[in-house]
């Protein structure tokens, strides 16, 4: 009965030492993740306005280029513009039969 007991004994003090050898570790590690999350740049309001300035020369950039660019390219190759996608789904003119 005495073998069972002092394993048992050895196990509880045993455990309380190897989690107190962890804390350091993880606080370490958390203060790593803190220093490199500091590193980062923050957005500022200039940079969020310049990114959206940025989106809408591109957005119109597109569609200049699918309502004329390539359209005018088209004509002057002498080819049929492509059809947007999924333009086929939509309803056309209805025909009275």
Do not use: N, W
């Amino acid at each position: 009965m005495l073998k069972p007991l002092s394993t048992l004994s050895i196990l509880l003090i045993l455990l309380p030492v190897t989690c107190a050898q962890q804390a350091p570790a993880l606080d370490a590690l958390k203060h790593e993740a803190f220093e490199e999350t500091d590193k980062l740049q923050t957005f500022t309001q200039q940079m969020v306005d310049q990114a959206k300035t940025t989106l809408g020369t591109l957005s119109a950039m597109g569609s200049q280029m699918q309502t004329s660019m390539l359209p005018a390219l088209a004509a002057q190759l002498k080819m049929q513009p492509i059809p947007k996608p999924f333009d086929y789904l939509r309803p056309g003119p209805t025909e009275h039969v």
